[in-house]
């Protein structure tokens, strides 16, 4: 069970001694939602501090209430303002709680390299370890009552101080122990959890995450940041396709695996796939009927299915076509490609695309105690209740003002610049370098350059550089560029982070 807190006295646990501007609203709408059970859908701009106010308004609740507070982000990085912003909290107010932090399996395995595999075949070849009793570091994260026992140590030192997944890993490699085991152990107890969008929104991994600790949905309070991405993540998570390519590679895979059956399956839904695609004509796509496919398949396969990634996908594919609620696109579609032989011809794939996210949001929205979705860019708040099935009743729709005086802001627009794909030259990205080079002659302080891609920020970098290096010797760039490179490490961005900052 969480535990309780001690506090009866104050219901907002703000960690700071100063409040910003929309800030303080903010924080009193989040406190009215989770005492009303409300679903808050706040447009909130960068800089009014959403992660303190939304957990200053929501933990004390929670806390005194036995409710389990998820805190859902969609990126990794996003998870150390939490972990720091609970910190304070827990030290201002002298409070115990167990906070923890949980990324995907994959990324806190012990195993090397499990992080260049799908996610598909990452999960067979855990189960296989456990179910082999192959995997020596779950086996420590739950020795036997004989055994030496460093695991429950940690467990204690995870549950008296807040830590990063990434100390976690790395406090469990030092004595050979799963650490992903151990932080799911610990949120059994836990009274705040920082997890992906994921863990609560994907009906398969929130079922066995919910079970595994022992968690309810109705004795939930949820904080979703960043959460005008919720709809695009869910959607992309609900849809599924297969091409001619995908499926020769089940058929690849199934011979590998000397499944002969199922090559003969996936030859079968190939030349199933190919026979609808000659009704294709002159479309390029085609809307295509759920039953009609269904019959195909029910006339000449089985089931697909397997240990391997690409039959996993395929059958996961036959399966979501068949699904029966509204709200999915079914397409069959073809573009023309060189085949072995160099010869053009057209391939064919059919999608199966989910249009509606509330067909997995609905049902959490519904349960759940309540919920705060926040973003500096959730507007239309209208659009957004309606597209997640936010019942009417529980939400509550707020746009709250920036904290920073208008003056400060100035938006520029260069003429002659852009990034427009047949506009893009070594001429253009060495204008962009003498433009930016002009900014940082005359900004104090460090600036941030945001580029679309690596390839950009590579091509004008270098030219910026050119430039400052042939420059007048009387000047001087004071500010080193300091560079972010497709292949770093999270470490190593966060490194790099905290020099600019
Ligand atoms: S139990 Fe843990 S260490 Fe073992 S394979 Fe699974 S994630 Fe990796």
Not at 205 to 224: A, C, H, P, Q, Y
Not at 292 to 313: M, Q, S, T, W, Y
Not at 336 to 361: E, M, Q
Not at 408 to 435: D, H, I, P, Q
């Amino acid at each position: 069970m969480p535990q309780k807190s001690d506090i009866s006295n104050s219901d907002i646990l703000f960690p700071y001694s100063n409040i910003r501007d929309g800030q303080k609203e903010f924080l009193n709408d989040v406190n009215t939602a989770v005492n009303e059970g409300k679903i808050l859908l706040a447009h909130a701009p960068t800089g009014i501090g959403k992660t303190a106010a939304s957990l200053g308004g929501m933990l004390n609740y929670g806390l005194k209430n036995n409710k389990v507070i998820f805190f859902l982000t969609p990126k990794h990085t996003q998870h150390e303002i939490v972990i720091e912003t609970l910190k304070k909290i827990k030290e201002k107010y002298a409070l115990k709680f167990i906070a923890v932090d949980i990324i995907g399996k994959q990324w806190m395995c012990m195993y090397p390299d499990t992080e260049d595999i799908s996610s598909n075949e990452f999960n067979e070849f855990c189960k296989a370890k456990k179910e082999h009793e192959e995997c020596e570091f779950y086996k420590n994260a739950h020795p036997k009552k004989n055994e030496s026992n460093i695991a429950d140590g940690i467990k204690n030192k995870l549950k008296n101080s807040i830590m990063h997944s990434e100390e976690v890993k790395e406090l469990c490699s030092r004595h050979n122990i799963c650490p992903y085991e151990i932080i799911i152990e610990c949120a059994k107890d836990a009274n705040v959890i920082i997890c992906d969008y994921f863990h609560i929104f994907s009906k398969t991994v929130r079922d066995t995450f919910l079970t595994r600790i022992g968690k309810e949905l109705n004795d939930s309070i949820i904080i979703i940041d960043e959460s005008h991405n919720l709809p695009e993540r869910l959607m992309s998570l609900l849809s599924h396709s297969i091409s001619e390519f995908s499926i020769d590679r089940a058929g690849k895979e199934a011979e590998n695996v000397g499944k002969i059956y199922l090559q003969e399956a996936v030859l079968n839904l190939k030349k199933i796939l190919v026979l609808f695609g000659k009704e294709l004509d002159n479309n390029n796509e085609i809307f295509m009927e759920k039953d009609k496919f269904v019959a195909a398949v029910e006339k000449h396969i089985r089931k697909i299915d397997g240990p391997a990634n690409c039959l996993k996908i395929t059958g996961k594919f036959l399966g979501s076509w068949n699904m029966s609620e509204p709200g999915f696109a079914r397409i069959l579609k073809k573009e023309i490609r060189k085949d072995a032989t160099g010869r053009y011809r057209d391939y064919f794939s059919l999608y199966c695309n989910c249009l509606d996210p509330s067909i997995s949001t609905s049902e959490i929205f519904n349960a759940c105690h309540s919920a705060v979705l926040m973003s500096g860019t959730l507007i239309p708040l209208e659009m957004y209740k309606d597209i997640l099935g936010i019942p009417d009743k529980r939400a509550m729709l707020k746009e709250y003002k920036s904290p920073f005086p208008k003056e400060n802001k100035l938006v520029m627009v260069v003429e002659g610049l852009t990034t427009k794909y047949e506009m893009r030259s070594e001429e253009m990205f060495k204008k962009y370098a003498e433009n930016i080079n002009e900014i940082l002659k005359h900004v104090d302080g460090n600036i941030a350059i945001f580029f679309p891609s690596y390839k950009i920020l590579n091509k004008i970098s270098f030219f910026m550089k050119e430039i400052q290096d042939k420059s007048d010797k009387n000047f001087t760039f004071a500010k080193p560029i300091l560079l972010e490179q497709q292949d770093m490490t999270k470490e190593d961005r966060m490194e790099l982070y905290k020099k600019l900052i």
